[in-house]
């Protein structure tokens, strides 16, 4: 029933073809936050039937550049490319020339908000110690993150830094690899401190081997009650989101993009997708079409703003 409802909405629309095939386009290797974003919507459409088919393609390259350059180029309205905050920090820095206003955002579809995680054993016991020591001694209070210097964990370091009313630009922030080498070095006392998504260290927090000092939500998170938010911990206006979404190529038919969305809408009521979002740890945070424009270009003034401030644009 839903594929034919599906089927119906997208020939309305002129794209009956779309309810049978999509393509969808990775930025970044297999395993990866895109990647696992775009294979969990994929399953979930397919799985429910709300789509026949689903080709992925990983495009690693050019900090996501070559994906989106491929995804302008190429001009075929059934691919998607997933992608996140990266592309609006990246865009910023002229790591590409292209930013998301060449393309056609669908959809936002999911959160993942940051957190900052200290060891189990760890003195510092809250946001109040870190701040204390963070000011006396900003050198020492050393903040891990798996992306590299100006990326989401480093802003977010910052951000908490400002946040407490510390100088942001005393942020002793070292970046590792991939988020998951970020924890091995907070584990094993290399650092201090991990600025994260929560859904990458989810996992470790429910069996006791890290504390979250705060999670940079607007409200507490549903798998982590006990953990205060950054504004509630005493860190000022702290709310950061990681969102995954999904474009099409600029210029897409206005129809055909509503029939997107229509498409991410009815996936998210299905037990599919909803056993897959809880596995991972992501906040529901579909906002379709101008409501994810606009939470683009809020970001993009939040993080440009901080990005000028601690000289990194």
Known sequence: MRTLLTALLLALA?????????????PGGAGGGWDRTARGVGQALTESGLVAQIRYENMSGGGGGRAIAHLIEVDNPHMWMVNSTPIVVRSLQSVFPQSFRDLTPIASIIGDYSVLAVQRDSDIRNLADFAARQRAAPRRMIIAGGSVPGGTDHIVAAL??????????????????????????????????????????????????????????????????????????GAEDVVFVNWRGFFAPSGVDADLAAGYQTLLQEMRATPVWQAIRARNGWVDLYQPGEDFTRLLERQEQQIGTLMRELGLL
Request: charged share 20%.
């Open 160 to 233: 908490l830094v400002k946040g407490v009313g510390n100088d942001p630009t005393t942020t002793k922030y070292i970046p590792y690899d991939a988020g998951g080498k970020a924890m091995a070095g907070l584990l094993s006392g290399e650092v201090q401190l991990l600025s994260s998504g929560f859904g990458e260290v989810v996992d470790m927090y429910e069996q006791g081997w890290v504390r979250l000092l705060c999670a940079a939500s607007p409200e507490r998170l549903a798998r982590a009650p006990d953990v205060p938010t950054c504004n509630e911990a």
């Open 14 to 26: 002129g794209t009956a073809a779309a309810a049978e095939r999509l393509h969808f386009l990775i």
